[in-house]
């Protein structure tokens, strides 16, 4: 930063000194032209008498009293006068490369300062002024030349010359002179440098009155969705009309016919907004379209209005959705984890009143370890829940044999089946059942899936299984196996499907089963997890649940 700050203060020193030089050198040629201007009417004018000389054309005439110093300022200007140009021009061309660089703010892009936002045409008028005051200094220089003042090369012999008219001595004149050019070359240096740095920052048309004008209209019609030029069009066509006794009843009639039309829209549109503000977000302004179909202006804004008055709609129904979902989460968990304890609880204080010794402590001691184990899975399976639903689990990805998977499951999931009843009737329609998926968190899916069967299904009924297969639509996509697992429920389901994949959410609202309600959820948060898709379908009591997999 240190460094940064150095470098910015010896570049500005760098470019002031500069600067003044090329001030400097600029006073310099000014003067010397002024010089080199009088010594050449001084050429021609040494033969001309007061008499011959006319106030308005010619009103010099005197001689030359040196030569030799005549001859010698000459070649010395002259000499002097085009060396200095090439200096200047080169000096004003360095100028003009770095300007701009001196100055940066935080961004790295060239710096304004006050002056260089004052607008364009200013600038340039500042700038012809200060030129035109440099000419006619230069003008005065050359009469004080003429009267043969301070050079010492000529003696003036007419009387048409005078320090305006006895006012002002040659000292005061000549000070004037020196300062008022010093000043004009300053402001028209500055201003041409100034222009050149917004040239080279691509602003000089930004920063001009009529450039700024007109890109304040532009932006604005190009930010207002062509609203503003519409306006402009017409303000600007009844302003010529009205301009005129034909066109005025015109621009009358129109403005009664539409206008009123605009107020309405306005008053509809700024109702709707006041009854959204007041919380009726299922209030709707009238939007209107023409034949073909298309909305003006005002009808856009106001569904713009009815879309977000809508989606705020939906959130706060959702937000309350959750909210009710939540007390529900909150009150089911509770019940799951205090009917085990409640249990535990109660056996205890039983074995406490009975002793150790009492015949039927070993019954109690069944039934406390049955309950523990049923607290254990469930506080398993709200772990594992959460897990699920957060993705913090890790995920395997490779190809796996579903039917083997599955045809697995059955059998370690053959005794609970078994004594419900149940007969599995399994259909593979699949000549490669091959899966992308995680193995053992697909396992734990048909796990969920057929210990929900064996806890909710209607004893001594049929159970469908079936793997299908989707195939690709195109050469990038592999096509789908989908496992579908269809049961008769022994409970009526007076549920939905989205509400039975609910955490803690179950087809018994009684809640007399072993189960946690975590099953489903778990399953689904899973299957999303490998990338697949997982539905619920119910109708009546015929429950049916879908897992699509991406073929391997």
Not at 37 to 64: F, H, R, V
């Amino acid at each position: 930063m240190d460094t940064k700050l150095k470098n910015s203060k010896g570049q500005s020193i760098l470019f002031g000194s500069l600067f003044s030089i090329e001030i400097i050198t600029i006073c310099i040629l000014a003067v010397a032209a002024s010089i080199f201007a009088a010594m050449d009417t001084m050429s021609w004018a040494k033969d001309l008498t007061p008499n011959q000389t006319d106030e308005w054309y010619n009103p010099y005439s005197g001689n030359i009293i040196d030569v030799e110093r005549y001859e010698s300022l000459q070649n010395n200007i002259g000499i002097g006068g085009i060396v200095m140009v090439v200096f200047a021009i080169g000096l004003f061309v360095l100028l003009a490369v770095m300007v701009g660089r001196n100055k940066t703010d935080d961004t790295g892009k060239v710096y304004l300062n006050w002056f260089d936002r004052i607008w364009s045409e200013l600038q340039i008028v500042g700038f012809i002024l200060s030129a035109a005051w440099a000419v006619s200094v230069i003008k005065i220089l050359y009469e004080i030349w003429m009267r043969g003042d301070y050079l010492g090369i000529w003696e003036n012999t007419s009387e048409n010359i005078s320090y305006y008219s006895g006012l002002l001595t040659k000292e005061i004149e000549m000070t004037y002179c020196v300062t008022a050019l010093v000043v004009s070359c300053f402001m028209a240096l500055l201003c041409a440098l100034s222009l050149i740095k917004k040239i080279k920052l691509r602003q000089f048309w930004e920063k001009s009155l009529l450039g700024g004008a007109f890109l304040a209209v532009y932006r604005s019609i190009k930010g207002s969705d062509k609203t503003l030029l519409k306006v402009l069009i017409v303000v600007i066509a009844a302003a010529f009309l009205a301009a005129t006794w034909i066109g005025l009843p015109v621009v009358i009639v129109l403005a009664l016919v539409f206008l009123p039309n605009v107020v309405r829209k306005f008053t509809e549109i700024k109702k709707g907004v006041e009854e959204v503000k007041n919380g009726n977000l299922t209030y709707k302004i009238p939007v209107e379209e023409d034949i073909k179909g298309i909305k003006g202006e005002f009808d856009r804004l106001a569904s713009d209005i009815n879309d977000i008055s809508q989606a705020s709609n939906i959130a706060v129904q959702n937000e309350i959705k959750n909210q009710r979902m939540k007390t529900d989460l909150i009150s089911n968990v509770s019940h799951d984890l205090k009917t085990p304890l409640t249990s535990m609880i109660s056996y205890i204080d039983l074995m406490k009143q009975e002793g150790l010794d009492s015949p039927n402590a070993p019954e109690y001691l069944d039934i406390i370890d049955n309950k523990t184990q049923r607290l254990k899975n469930l506080t398993e399976n709200l772990f594992e829940a959460a897990k699920a639903s957060s993705g913090a689990i890790p995920v395997n990805m490779e190809s796996i044999d579903l039917a083997s998977l599955l045809t697995q499951s059955l059998a370690e999931m053959d005794e609970k089946l078994s004594q419900k009843g149940l007969d599995i009737q399994l259909h593979n329609n699949c000549e490669d059942t091959h899966i992308m998926a995680d193995g053992q968190l697909m396992w734990r899916v048909i796990e969920n899936l057929l210990g929900n069967i064996s806890k909710y299904a209607m004893d001594n009924s049929r159970v469908y299984i079936n793997i299908d297969e989707i195939d690709g639509q195109s050469e990038v996509s592999t096509g789908q196996i989908i496992l579908a697992i269809k049961n008769i429920s022994k409970d009526p389901l007076n549920i939905s499907a989205d509400e039975l994949m609910e955490r803690f959410k179950r087809g018994d609202e009684s809640r007399n089963t072993e189960g946690s309600g975590l099953g489903l959820a778990i399953a689904k948060d899973l299957v999303k997890l490998m990338e697949g898709v997982f539905e619920i379908t119910i109708d009546g009591d015929l429950f049916k649940a879908t897992v699509m997999m991406k073929k391997a």
